[in-house]
């Protein structure tokens, strides 16, 4: 192991996952969103200092999860997932790029697509890994759902982290993105291309059966915290597909 990956597993052993009650709409994942996205100019003010948007109704897209990372009970950075199946296809990145995901969508392709990920800024000074403690969550979704391909929605100037470290591939060309003021190019890896190697790369994305099923296990609505499983988890297994998003 590097010693940047077994820093991260180190890191590890202070984190805990907490996913959103999608009742609680004063849940801090969502000031952090606000918070991050006024602090480059992406998102206007509004007297509540929250971001919320449509994709966060919990009744129209039940197949979507928030997640707050904590570290040292703080709350460090957060993401929210969506995976899309032929029969749940609404998602943000199906709502931009319809026309390049609903054909695969059609022929039975699933996919995990994760969207706002935000972090604390003194928190991102303190852990330059961060990312990839968040990412790892967008791993364990596309295992879980056993899903097809991962999708990365980022900005242009993003699109090379995900090849470097994911082993993306462009899907489509810089369009706006709703209701923030940057373009978001649609990058994807498919299952069977970079999921071994890129565990023994950075072994922590590993996780158990059981870290999985607590995180992403019914009913949403019970607000629960898990501890993340690195150490103790399953060998990377052939077919599987790691995604990322920005």
């Not at 590097?2 to 009650?21: K, P, T, W």
């Not at 699933?110 to 990312?131: C, G, I, K, N, Q």
């Not at 991962?150 to 706006?176: D, I, N, Q, W």
Request: glycine residues 4%.
């Amino acid at each position: 192991m590097s010693n940047f990956a077994g820093a991260l597993v180190d890191i590890l052993d202070r984190v805990e996952y907490r996913r959103v009650n999608p009742d609680d709409l004063n849940d801090p994942v969502y000031r952090l969103r606000y918070e991050a996205y006024r602090r480059e100019d992406f998102y206007p003010f509004n007297s509540l200092g929250l971001l919320r948007d449509d994709f966060d109704d919990f009744d129209a897209y039940p197949n979507s999860w928030n997640f707050g990372v904590y570290i040292d009970g703080t709350l460090a950075s957060a993401l929210r997932i969506h995976y899309l199946t032929p029969e749940y296809r609404k998602s943000p990145a199906n709502s931009l790029f319809g026309d390049i995901l609903e054909p695969l969508l059609d022929q039975g392709a699933t996919f995990v697509d994760p969207t706002r990920f935000t972090v604390d800024f003194e928190a991102s000074l303190a852990y330059p890994a961060l990312p990839f403690l968040t990412l790892r969550l967008a791993v364990m979704a596309t295992r879980h759902f056993r899903a097809t391909y991962g999708l990365h929605c980022v900005r242009p100037e993003h699109g090379p982290f995900y090849k470097r470290v994911l082993g993306s591939a462009l899907m489509c060309e810089a369009r706006k993105w709703h209701d923030v003021g940057f373009p978001m190019e649609l990058w994807g890896t498919k299952v069977s291309d970079v999921y071994d190697r890129t565990l023994q790369r950075y072994p922590f994305f590993h996780s158990s059966d059981e870290e999985r099923a607590h995180l992403f296990a019914e009913p949403h609505q019970t607000p629960i915290w898990v501890h993340p499983t690195a150490r103790s988890s399953e060998p990377p297994v052939i077919g599987q597909v790691v995604t990322a998003v920005d």
